[in-house]
């Protein structure tokens, strides 16, 4: 088990909004929450939620059309929104690095791999590595993620979707970061090589004690690898707590819908709960609660007020953002007799 240190990555209240023909869409509004060293922290919800603008904004590679409002975001206590784009430069890859989504698109095609690798190693390294130390480091990184190392040597059309998402995976790596954010690191991947990766990530996790966020609208990859929780809701953290506490006795209304809508292969058999109506537009968001359009638990002061993200009574390290989490009921109460 990894022991657990001070925060790693804290981000404090992020307002994150990008303008569009259209108008101001509020695409992240007052995030909140902190990565220990050496934690997995999975952030789920439903597509647009601002997930990935979360992640986008750590690493400030956000489109010219974002603007971040307010809010903090610090890595080892330093506000990374404060730096210089040289400064913030040195600081990608080799402090914070990011798994895409969609492996095929993060490669070059006409390189090979191993030189795609180098290529990072080469910007981001203290002092650029000869070509022998960068062979011996992609090695290293390719047992990491059981990839055999002569594929280094291949073009990305060469591999299989598994490999090349497990060589992104490697190249995150070529620079030790102290934290790194998987964006659906397993996306489009059948089942078999979904596990594979998620094994892989979970065990080179704990083997280097980094930090990792993960991101996905997949509940049951946010089940098995993360040990913290956060809900995101139109941009908002409506949820946030331990892992196994989250998932038995979920507290905001939004949560409980994600998990009794999504069929689960273990433990008892639960009736189906579907969650009604679609994401607001957040162009011109609901006010008070943004959830309170589709949500069987509101009542008028619900559209009016915004409750804030506060600890739930009774319950460690859990909070909830719902001004009704005591009436949420237990998922235990969907299971179906034998």
């Known amino acids: 088990m990894v022991a657990k240190g001070g925060p790693a990555l804290e981000i404090d209240g992020l307002v994150l909004r990008y303008r569009t023909r259209s108008g101001e869409v509020s695409a992240v509004e007052d995030v909140s929450f902190a ?30 059309n974002a603007q971040i409002a307010s809010g903090e975001i610090r890595l080892e206590g330093e506000n990374l929104l404060t730096l210089g784009e040289e ?32 290529e990072a190693m080469d910007f981001h390294w203290p002092q650029r590595p000869s070509d022998a130390r960068a062979r011996e480091r992609i090695a290293e990184l390719f047992a990491l993620v059981n990839l055999e190392p002569s594929l280094m040597d291949r073009y990305p ?9 497990r060589a992104v995976i490697a190249m995150a790596l070529s620079c030790d970061p102290k934290v790194i954010i998987a964006d659906e690191p397993t996306t489009a991947l059948d089942v078999i090589v979904q596990d594979r990766i998620l094994k892989s990530l979970k065990r080179i996790q704990r083997d280097l004690r980094m930090s990792v966020i993960y991101i996905s609208h997949d509940i049951a990859v946010i089940a098995e690898v993360s040990e913290q929780i956060g809900v995101m809701y139109a941009g908002k953290l409506v949820e946030l707590g331990p892992t196994p506490a989250v998932f038995s006795r979920p507290r905001h209304p939004y949560t409980w819908l994600l998990f009794s809508s999504t069929p689960s292969i273990t433990g008892p058999r639960r009736k189906l709960q579907p969650l009604q109506g679609e994401p607001p537009n957040l162009l011109d968001p609901p006010t008070g609660c943004r959830f309170h359009p589709r949500c069987p638990l509101a009542t008028a002061r619900c559209t009016t007020q915004t409750p804030p ?13 719902c001004w009704h989490s005591d009436r949420v009921p237990a998922l235990d109460s969907l299971v179906l007799a034998p």
């Open 35 to 64: 990565l220990r060293s050496g934690e997995a922290l999975g952030l789920v919800g439903e597509s647009g939620c601002g997930k990935t603008s979360i992640a986008l904004a750590v690493l400030r590679l956000l489109p010219d």
């Open 157 to 165: 059309h060469e591999l299989s979707g598994g490999m090349r998402q």
């Open 309 to 321: 993200l506060a600890p739930v009574t009774g319950a460690t390290d859990q909070q909830v953002a």
């Open 87 to 118: 400064e913030m430069r040195q600081r990608r890859w080799r402090d914070i690095a990011m798994v895409f989504q969609g492996a095929m698109n993060s490669w070059n095609p006409v390189y090979r791999i191993g030189a795609q690798i180098k």
